[in-house]
T-cell receptor, first 113, second 112 residues
Framework: DAGVIQSPRHEVTEMGQEVTLRCKPI?????LFWYRQTMMRGLELLIY????????DSGMPEDRFSAKMPNASFSTLKIQPSEPRDSAVYFC???????????FGPGTRLTVL | KNQVEQSPQSLIILEGKNCTLQ??????????LRWYKQDTGRGPVSLTI???SENTKSNGRYTATLDADTKQSSLHITASQLSDSASYIC???????????WGAGTKLIIKP
């Protein structure tokens, strides 16, 4: 199994641009999480999907952030418009059950200039 | 408030030495405690998961302990190797809850 796949691995963009991060969870996993990691705040849960349905999006910072999971094998996290304070590493993780071990992707390092 | 605190914040030891990392938590009700290893530029990887009834669990040279009464956990690394250089994060799960409470991590550096 290839594990959780994220793309792109690095993204540099200018303030105001739209950014789309992509995630392919491990096949057979029914729960997917998007996290953001910064030096100041550590790992923060942004949104949790179960069976493709958003269960908890209370961690999404503001309306500029949106996430979708159109099917069991694909999810996107979109930031529009992006701001410099959005610069962070964004991780996607999947699990076979909400409370089971989470498997993380390699992350997307986002830099907003 | 549910919190996970780790110490030390950072640690430097020589290759071959042992070390112990600490984790205190105030999460309630408690479901399980996990230790993750995060290499620079990579996602966290699970080392151990312990439930309330388990007080020790090993994964190779890594041994985690849990004292549910005092709400403390430790991660002991034996005969450290250069590849052990990473951040070690303690994570606690509340009962019946998918949410994980993440510690800030201990940055471990192994020097040759």
């Amino acid at each position: 199994d290839a594990g959780v796949i994220q793309s792109p691995r690095h993204e540099v963009t200018e303030m105001g641009q739209e950014v789309t991060l992509r995630c392919k969870p491990i096949s057979g996993h029914n729960s997917l999480f998007w996290y953001r990691q910064t030096m100041m705040r550590g790992l923060e849960l942004l949104i949790y999907f179960n069976n493709n349905v958003p269960i908890d999006d209370s961690g999404m910072p503001e309306d500029r952030f949106s996430a979708k999971m159109p099917n069991a094998s694909f999810s996107t996290l979109k930031i529009q418009p992006s701001e410099p304070r959005d610069s962070a590493v964004y991780f996607c993780a999947s699990t076979s059950g909400g409370r089971n071990e989470q498997f993380f992707g390699p992350g997307t390092r986002l830099t907003v200039l | 408030k549910n919190q996970v605190e780790q110490s030390p914040q950072s640690l430097i030891i020589l290759e071959g030495k042992n070390c112990t990392l600490q984790c205190n938590y105030t999460v309630s009700p408690f479901s399980n405690l996990r230790w993750y290893k995060q290499d620079t530029g990579r996602g966290p990887v699970s080392l151990t998961i312990m439930t309330f009834s388990e007080n020790t669990k090993s994964n190779g040279r890594y041994t985690a302990t849990l004292d549910a009464d005092t709400k403390q956990s430790s991660l002991h690394i034996t005969a450290s190797q250069l590849s052990d250089s990473a951040s070690y994060i303690c994570v606690v799960s509340a009962d019946s809850n998918y949410q994980l409470i993440w510690g800030a991590g201990t940055k471990l550096i192994i020097k040759p």
